[in-house]
């Protein structure tokens, strides 16, 4: 039985087999853990450390021009770190986010500062609205999560969503990065300090590499004593070259690529890249 058991933990998918941003997003416990991370400052785990994000707003702003006549939305908006900052620029902004509790913090967060955010509960892969954007944000490697099937519905949701003259700005891991990533398996008591329950656990964690595809799994197996659950995270690396070709079947072009969202110039060796794109 044991060994059944320990097989099945280290069982290798089909690269998005499996499917599971619910048990880190809507959990009750676990999306505490996670709104723990955002707001933490000067961590890069949930979201990038506070001087990040103030330097890439910066950034954003000079770029794309943002003004009070300008719309942005920011997909994945957690509770708002980069929402709050550009509202405060004057500028329109709708935050979507899957985790009903970062939501919640963003909304009180908005109100205490009399900011008038649009902010949206929902998952963005079903998100819909008849509004179009200036400019169409998905940051902090959101993308590289989604399955194939589910990053041509986003490119697609975003060239229909995008003004005739707007811009999406998202960033993505590199090949670089994947270069450097290893398989490996560990087993740890109460991993993360109590992250993945209130309660006594074990997990089992696993990283796969898939060579042929580019993407990577980390594989967690949460086991304690009621219950035992597995948590897929996967995460695609990309080269310009294959963001250019998913970007055009959708009707975008991709126009510039920098080292990260604040703007840093491209560097083909950094673990992660910024894109630009705008309607074909």
């Not at 955010?117 to 998952?123: A, E, K, S």
Request: proline content about 3%; aromatic content about 14%.
């Amino acid at each position: 039985m044991l060994f059944k058991e320990l097989e099945q933990i280290n069982s290798r998918p089909e690269p998005f087999e499996f499917y599971t941003a619910s048990d880190l997003w809507t959990d009750e416990y676990i999306s505490q853990q996670m709104l723990s991370f955002h707001l933490d400052e000067n961590i890069d785990v949930s979201s990038r450390n506070a001087t990040f994000i103030g330097n890439s707003v910066a950034w954003i702003v000079s770029r794309f021009g943002l003004s009070e006549a300008t719309s942005v939305v920011d997909f994945g908006c957690g509770p708002g770190l980069y929402a709050i900052r550009l509202a405060e620029h004057h500028t329109k902004v709708t935050g979507i986010d899957f985790s009903r509790r970062s939501i919640q913090h963003a909304i009180a967060v908005a109100e205490r500062r009399g900011l008038p955010i649009n902010y949206v509960h929902r998952n963005y892969l079903e998100y819909d609205t008849e509004e179009r954007f200036d400019l169409i944000l998905m940051i902090m490697c959101d993308f590289c999560a989604l399955s194939p099937t589910q990053r041509k519905t986003m490119l697609d949701k975003f060239a229909l969503l995008l003004k005739s003259n707007g811009h999406v700005l998202l960033d993505v891991y590199s090949l670089s990065g994947f270069a450097r990533q290893e398989e490996g398996t560990s087993y740890e008591l109460n991993q993360l300090n109590g992250f993945w329950s209130p309660n006594r656990y074990y997990v089992f964690s696993t990283t796969f590499k898939y060579r042929d595809e580019k993407v990577v799994l980390q594989k967690y197996t949460i086991v304690e004593a009621e219950r035992t659950r597995t948590v897929y995270n996967w995460l695609q690396y990309f080269s310009p070259e294959v963001i250019n070709a998913e970007f055009s079947r959708s009707g975008l072009r991709v126009t510039e690529f920098y080292a990260d969202v604040a703007g840093k110039p491209f560097e083909p060796q950094s673990t992660e890249f910024a894109v630009v794109a705008e309607l074909l």
